[in-house]
């Protein structure tokens, strides 16, 4: 019981935040998955429903040993930008889904902002 209106509670918020952001293909939208372990990010073309490009601390794990949780999440945000870069793609409107603007979240958009994306 409990965790299925935990379950509403974060889709009810993500939809909220979404309900604003549309991502097209010179402005894609730059989604955040954060769990326990890893964190995801993905340029996502709403228009067409493609991922243009997506890095994650999974895969970034063995080149990123001995860092903290922030550390490697700030290098996920500069890896999406390199990404982004590469395919000419400079503005990008950030998707936070449910989580709050901070700690990880926060540190993968400063990574993504100090790599050159503007949102």
Do not use: C, W
Not at 25 to 54: C, H
Not at 75 to 93: F, M, N, R
Not at 94 to 110: Q, R, S, T, V
């Amino acid at each position: 019981m409990i965790r299925a209106i935990r379950r509403d509670t974060k889709s009810k918020r993500a939809i909220r935040t979404r309900s604003g952001v549309r991502g097209s293909a010179k402005v894609p939208r730059l989604t955040v998955f954060r769990s326990n372990r890893y964190i995801y990010a993905q340029l996502v073309d709403d228009e067409t429903g493609r991922t243009m490009a997506s890095s994650s601390s999974l895969s970034l794990l063995e080149r990123e040993k001995g860092k903290t949780k922030k550390e490697i999440s700030f290098d996920v945000g500069l890896e999406i930008s390199q990404k982004a870069k590469s395919q000419g793609i400079e503005k990008v409107v950030f998707d936070k889904g449910p989580y709050k603007y901070h700690g990880l979240i926060k540190e993968l958009a400063e990574g993504a902002r100090k790599g050159g994306l503007n949102f």
